[in-house]
């Protein structure tokens, strides 16, 4: 099977001489288009270095990352900023919703950089979070909301501009329990409608969703 995202040993050294720091030292891994992958590795692992890589949030020391058989690790930051834009949708563990905006503007927000029609961005934002159970809420800025409530948002937000690819770091790390399990319950949804999810974690439990589990260590994938 072609795979959609590969990273060729991949090399992430931040500093020089004794401030060195190898995040990642010779990564190798692949994605498959539609399957839901888990990132599991405890903390300074390298695993969200690794989903930096993914995201083209940033580019490797050494090695080669490529999306869909392009070396995106030769790009610049113009293409880079597109590929953002229309292949990924990102989801975080602090939810990176702004907070003077409402839960409807904070949704439209990744369409502005895109071209869509406002009204059209409005409807679509509308859509969205009634699916995540938050069409009572749009008027709602992030200070109203739960932590749930805001991640069920942001999710929102990540899917807005229809991408292929969900890229989510610790995306149940401010949530409790009951609440994690209801953010997979979504991030699944997302995949059995076609939708890649990669899910980066260090919580073992949460892997029970995913098709298929690396384990990375020490910036190298363990198994």
Do not use: C
């Amino acid at each position: 099977m072609k795979s959609l995202i590969e990273l060729d040993k991949v090399w992430k050294i931040y500093g020089k001489g004794e401030a060195k720091v190898e995040a990642l030292r010779g990564l190798s891994l692949r994605v498959y288009k539609g399957e839901f992958l888990a990132i599991l590795g405890p903390s300074g692992s390298g695993k969200s270095t690794a989903m930096n890589m993914i995201g083209a949030l940033d580019m490797p020391t050494h090695g080669k990352v490529l999306l869909e058989g392009h070396d995106i690790s030769r790009f610049d930051e113009s293409d880079l900023a597109s590929i953002r834009g229309k292949k990924i949708g990102f989801v975080f563990q602090t939810f990176n919703l702004i907070s003077t905006l409402t839960a409807l503007e904070n949704v439209t927000l990744p369409t502005m950089f895109q071209g869509v029609d406002k009204i059209e961005a409005l409807e679509k934002a509308k859509d969205l979070l009634d699916d995540v159970n938050l069409g009572n809420r749009i008027h709602h800025k992030p200070s109203q909301l739960s932590g749930g409530e805001q991640q069920r948002v942001a999710i929102a937000r990540a899917i807005i501009n229809n991408p292929p690819i969900i890229l989510a770091d610790e995306p149940t790390g401010n949530v409790d329990s009951k609440t994690s399990l209801e953010i997979m319950k979504l991030l699944k949804n997302l995949n059995n409608k076609g939708k890649t999810i990669i899910f980066i974690t260090h919580d073992k439990t949460l892997t029970r969703f995913a098709d298929r589990v690396i384990h990375i260590i020490d910036g190298r994938v363990e198994k």
